[in-house]
């Protein structure tokens, strides 16, 4: 028996939208036209007394009130269709958990492997689950015509299927603080075997057997809050962080503190316990940080100089 083509989730919805784009222009031209051709006919310089004694037209009214219903209809039935599509996610789909929080994206897959970019086969369904650390985000990819909001303690997917090869756009498409438009990342296409080589090669090691400290800062997206170059930005720099003295705020109260490893790993495990003064209390906690891992954020946000 012959396998049905598998419909995406861009098939499903290019076509609807054309549908309500086409009828939306066609009632545009008509009503502009008609509008345009009455304000001509019926200029007071053409007609300065009103000479129709028309009180009303019955099958005008029908026509208008039974065509607009029906376009409505038509238009409630094909979103309705394209609708289940989008929520019936085919068998035998990759399971990957898209994990939110301000202003990262971080997917992991069944095995284990982790990637702040969303790797996927071609041809083949994905079906990401969504989680928020944090606050609401929005889990967007326009060019497969899937979104969907991102509520902490709420269980949400989408699926898609991305039939070439190639790098597409994820946004965040609900507003999630400061840095919301710097949370981007993209969807990587690539063959099924390129894929499942991927898939089954493990993390990058970094020195001392460590993962590599910027990726990992990458992927936890510390950068996107944290320059590298002094710049300030929603936390302090890294640039020539270690020694530094700083003003920080501990339960209320302020105090001065030199910033040493000890400090480093605590603002990273413990992110509220010192919050530097004039920055807010905004960063995530990361507990679930391995030690390997805390090692390798600590040892390249030292090395920042």
Known sequence: ???????????????LFLFIYGACLVLLLGITITM???????????????TSQVDGNLMLEIIWIV?????????????????LVLRTVPPNAIAVTATAQMWSWNFSYADGKTSNKLYVPVGKAVRVELVS??????????????????????????????????????FCSQYCGTQHSAMITT????????????????QAPGVGGNRDGKALAEEKGCLGCHSLDGTPGVGPS?????????VVITKGAEHPLTVDETYLRRSITEPGADV???FQPIMPEFGDLKKDELDALVKFVISVK
């Open 1 to 15: 028996m012959n396998q049905l083509p598998l419909i995406s989730t861009s098939d499903a919805i290019n076509p």
């Open 36 to 50: 345009l051709y009455f304000v001509v006919r019926y200029h007071r310089s053409r007609a300065p007394e009103p």
């Open 67 to 83: 065509l607009p219903s029906l376009l409505v209809l038509a238009m409630f039935w094909y979103g309705w269709k394209e609708y």
């Open 133 to 170: 650390k944090d606050v609401i985000h929005g889990f967007f990819i326009p060019a497969f015509r899937v979104k969907r909001d991102i509520v902490p303690g709420m269980s949400n997917y989408v699926w898609f299927v991305a039939n070439k090869p190639g790098s597409y756009d994820v």
């Open 187 to 202: 969807v990587e296409a690539v063959p099924v075997d390129e894929f499942a080589t991927w898939l089954t090669t493990k």
């Open 238 to 246: 890294f640039k020539g962080i270690m020694g530094r003295s700083e």
């Open 276 to 278: 530097v003064k004039g």
